[in-house]
């Protein structure tokens, strides 16, 4: 069935460095990927979007492109501050543009960035 | 910006005993789902909610599961008989269904331990 793999945290940055968290699926058709974000205490957030193959989702710095040849999609952010600190979810939706249908996540990766 | 809220925030239940946990979803979203995650597991799909219908559910919602929609704002996940292995973060998500508003919005979570 279809699956999500991200990589194992946490990952622990200073300000300012690069950040990448790797994404990889498996898939039958054309799923739609998403990054979300859980900050402490809060729910998940959408953070950015792709809906088919080379789109690039960006949102507050970060970006991550859909992949099918490696069937992936990278979480990257060029400059990170503390106030990225939080757990990012790597997830797809098997069948796009329908409403109602189930998120398949990834295990979470845990970003702490410290000043 | 509206957002979904459940409660409680945390449950504490022995095993056999029934829960109830709530969600009130975003008031014009017409897809409700529940998900879970088992402390350092993959967050997983549980069930979808649609005109007062089961619209998808996968193999963990079983019989000891339900959803109700009780009123105009509140949307309820049973669990008939606890089990130690369904203490886990169980989060409510809501989205619309027009094309385009198909992003899935979650709630906090409730964080349910059975003991």
């Known amino acids: 069935g279809d699956s999500v793999t991200q990589m194992e945290g946490p990952v622990t940055l200073s300000e300012e460095a690069f950040l990448t968290i790797n994404c990889t699926y498996t898939?039958?058709?054309?799923?739609?990927l998403f990054w979300y974000v859980q900050y402490p205490g809060e729910g998940l957030q959408l953070l950015l979007k792709?809906?088919?193959?080379?789109d690039k989702g960006s949102n507050k710095g970060f970006e991550a492109t859909y992949r099918k040849e490696t069937t992936s999609f990278h979480l990257e952010k060029g400059s990170v501050q503390v106030s990225d600190s939080a757990v990012y979810f790597c997830?797809?939706?098997?069948?796009?543009?329908?409403?109602?249908?189930?998120?398949?996540f990834g295990k979470g990766t845990t970003l702490s960035v410290s000043s | 910006e509206p957002e979904v809220t459940q409660t409680p925030s945390h449950q504490v239940t022995q095993m056999g005993q029934e829960v109830i946990l709530r969600c009130v979803p975003i008031?014009?979203?017409?897809?409700f789902y529940w998900y879970r995650q088992i402390l350092g597991q993959k967050v997983e799909f549980l069930v979808s909610?649609?005109?007062?219908?089961?619209?998808?559910k996968s193999e963990i919602f079983d019989d000891q599961f339900s959803v109700e929609r009780p009123d105009g704002s509140n949307f309820t996940l049973k669990i008939r008989s606890t089990k130690l292995e369904d203490s886990a973060m169980y989060f409510c998500?809501?989205?619309?269904?027009?094309?385009?508003?198909?992003?899935?919005?979650f709630g906090p979570g409730t964080r349910l331990t059975v003991t």
């Open positions: 998500a809501s989205s619309g269904a027009l094309r385009r508003s198909y992003e899935q919005y």
């Open positions: 898939a039958t058709g054309y799923p739609s």
């Open positions: 792709a809906t088919k193959a080379d």
């Open positions: 997830a797809l939706s098997p069948r796009a543009n329908q409403a109602g249908t189930a998120l398949i």
């Open positions: 008031s014009n979203h017409l897809y």
């Open positions: 909610f649609y005109n007062n219908e089961i619209s998808e």
